[in-house]
């Protein structure tokens, strides 16, 4: 079962200087699929979208999905593996409940381990033999931990020892609850109940192979239909291609792709990374051929196709889980923080009034996620002045009309906070890329190539680029940089360390 990422499939322009337009979404449903995307494909075998007359799809007909498969396809690789895991580590309740405490402490304790661990994402190749000593290693550790504070808990031997019995029947099934697992998986991509359409991307030796093996074994979930590649292999290589790179974003539309697989292009590597970060591309699973097979990290869980060596690469927006994650996570930050900063907003909005008059909020129309306008709000920190001007202003810093306590209420970030209220709407994140005004945008998109790209998110109250220096007049290239590597590196860990350096200018005094 693959793990892939559904994000929002989009209508993005294909020219730099359409950098606003390039993430307005399309008006698909909930699931975010694009109208023109068949949400399943039809009797004949042949997809609902029409394609461009030089695309070669007859190569892929025959390997359309089935029925099955496309019902199956939203399933991911934690949907029945954490489950079967969580019933075989409260199985001794059934029995007893003389140590529930215990026993519950020890489930969530052995499922953290085990996410952090990545025993829920998806695998190609899979065995339980494999999985077998990283699995013990955690139990084993989870089972220390419980003992330790079973032990300092209950100054009693019998009671410790009929508990870590308990544990210990616990880890076996999980062991047995995994093996069984494992054989209910490849027999659902065996007999092509669950299966994923892939594309690989390069027709070289390697390409070849990959598609001959994921034709001939589908217990590696995967169904091959068709390649991309440079426009120098069009025509020279043993299997038919479906087009180039430019074609890729309109075929995993057309054929309902969702998984990738970067063989061995004919282009540069910037050049499929572009194709990459195309909305329509990065709603997909993304696998690779290492270029340097013996080159792995000893410390993870090496995968193959087939012996080919394949690994899974990260997501390259925030979507599925993760985003459910850290929309809780920003809600909960807003309300707590509305709630304890009350006094100062209240400080403020005096502070605000006495130095500017009425009118001590400030709006104005910035683009967020995926190039959607909204209206951020501000502490007033200057006089009012035309809206043009405010539109196409890039720096106020040094402005004369900004007086003593809008300088300070700059100079402390204390006028954003009224954002908090952006963040609770859904406008904003807590972290992320900062939110720039469409003329803006729409310049810096035209300028930078990779600066569109910080869409892919919602912008944020504060961001990494903020945070390492880049405030005010700074590179646009490298603030665009330091908001990608946010984006495709996010964890809370990173959010957290975000806001604790964002604390630490704010009470420095280190904003404008």
């Known amino acids: 079962m693959s793990g892939q990422p559904v994000t929002s499939s989009l209508s993005a322009s294909t020219g730099l200087a359409e950098g606003r337009r390039q993430f307005v979404p399309s008006s698909a449903g909930a699931r975010g699929h694009d109208r023109t995307e068949p949400s399943a494909e039809r009797s004949s075998g042949k997809p609902d979208v029409a394609a461009p007359s030089d695309l070669d799809t007859t190569a892929v007909l025959p390997y359309a999905s089935s029925r099955a498969s496309t019902r199956t396809r939203s399933l991911r690789a934690w949907m029945l593996t954490a489950p079967m895991d969580v019933v075989a580590l409260l199985a001794p309740l059934l ?33 339980i033999l494999d999985e077998l000593p990283s699995l013990c290693g955690r139990l084993l550790a989870s089972g220390a931990v419980v003992a330790i504070i079973a032990a300092e808990r209950h100054d009693s031997v019998p009671y410790v020892s009929g508990f870590m019995q308990d544990v210990a029947l616990c880890a076996g099934l999980v062991i047995v609850g995994r093996a069984v697992n494992r054989k209910l998986i490849l027999v659902a991509r065996g007999r092509r109940w669950v299966e994923h ?33 440079g426009p120098s292999r069009q025509g020279t290589g043993p299997i038919p291609l479906l087009g180039t790179l430019d074609d890729l974003e309109h075929l995993t539309r057309l054929l309902n792709c969702e998984v990738l697989v970067i063989a061995d292009p004919d282009c540069p590597e910037s050049t499929v990374m572009d194709m990459l970060l195309r ?27 087939g012996a080919i060596p394949i690994v899974k690469i990260g997501d390259t927006t925030l979507s599925g889980p993760r985003w459910a994650v850290k929309r809780a996570s920003d809600v909960l930050f807003a309300v707590v923080a509305l709630i304890v900063l009350s006094p100062v907003l209240l400080l403020c909005a005096i502070a605000a009034f006495l130095d500017g008059g009425p009118g ?29 001007e405010s539109q196409t202003n890039w720096s106020i810093a040094h402005d004369r009309r900004v007086g003593p306590i809008g300088r300070f209420l700059r ?25 720039e005004r469409p003329y803006f945008v729409e310049k810096f998109s035209a300028e930078y190539p990779h600066y569109a790209m910080r869409h892919r998110v919602p912008v944020g109250l504060t961001g990494l680029a903020q945070v390492s220096g880049l405030r005010g007049d700074t590179p646009i290239s490298d603030r ?20 604790l350096r964002t604390a630490a200018e704010v009470f420095r005094g280190g904003g404008r």
Not at 198 to 221: K, M, T
Not at 373 to 382: A, D, N, T, Y
Not at 411 to 419: A, C, G, M, V, W
Request: proline residues 6%; hydrophobic residues 40%.
């Open 95 to 127: 029995v007893s409940q003389d140590y529930w405490r215990g026993t519950l402490f020890n489930a969530g304790l052995t499922v953290a381990l085990f996410a952090a661990g990545g025993h829920y994402r998806a695998r190609r190749h899979i065995s």
């Open 279 to 305: 909305p329509a591309s990065a709603r997909c699973d993304l696998w690779a051929v290492p270029r340097l097979w013996g080159s792995r990290s000893h410390g993870g869980h090496p995968d193959h196709v």
């Open 197 to 229: 359409n892939a594309i690989i991307i390069g027709s070289g030796p390697i390409g070849v192979e990959l598609a001959r093996l994921l034709r001939r074994h589908p217990q590696y979930g995967l169904r091959f239909v068709g390649s991309v590649d």
């Open 480 to 499: 665009a940089r330091f908001d990608n590597y946010y984006i495709e590196n996010w964890s809370l860990w990173l959010d957290l360390k975000v806001i």
């Open 360 to 388: 001590i909020l400030f709006r104005q129309e910035r683009i967020g996620r995926y190039g959607k306008p909204f209206k951020l709000v501000k502490f007033r920190s200057m006089r009012p002045v035309d809206e043009q």
């Open 411 to 435: 100079r402390t970030s204390l006028d954003e906070l009224p954002q908090l209220w952006n963040i609770l709407r859904g406008d904003m994140s807590v972290v992320g890329p900062r939110p």
